[in-house]
């Protein structure tokens, strides 16, 4: 059973970036692929990234590239997002997710943490 906690959400102007962690205990973190979603108030969870198990393939929807960066330190057993540009629209509720296989939906993941508040402002 791999526990999940996020970290590093905060608030911060358009333009700026921010760094979210997402700290894995109690499974083999380094066996999982891991993602990142998000959900804005009155909307659903929408699919943010994703990384493979080894971390050597990352997901991205298109509306997204080139802005945020998934990563995973498999000896840290740590993931982490950097999103950079950030824009008021990136303001939501950000989760960590953990999987046996890496994928794009939500209901295809196993484990998620309590997620972290991300506001940006104009």
């Known amino acids: 059973q791999v526990q999940l906690v996020e970290s590093g959400g905060g608030l911060v102007q358009a333009g700026g970036s921010l760094r979210l962690s997402c700290a894995a205990s109690g499974g083999p973190f380094s066996s999982y692929a891991m993602g990142w979603f998000r959900q804005a108030p009155g909307k659903e969870r929408e699919f943010v990234a994703a990384i493979n198990w080894s971390g050597g393939r990352t997901f991205y929807p298109d509306s997204l590239k080139g802005r945020f960066t998934i990563s995973k330190d498999n000896a840290k057993n740590t993931g982490y997002l950097q999103m950079n540009s950030l824009k008021p629209e990136d303001t939501a509720v950000y989760f960590c997710?953990?999987?046996?296989?890496?994928?794009?939906?939500?209901?295809?993941?196993?484990?998620w943490g309590q997620g972290t508040q991300v506001t940006v402002s104009s």
């Open positions: 997710e953990a999987a046996w296989a890496v994928g794009s939906h939500d209901n295809e993941y196993n484990y």
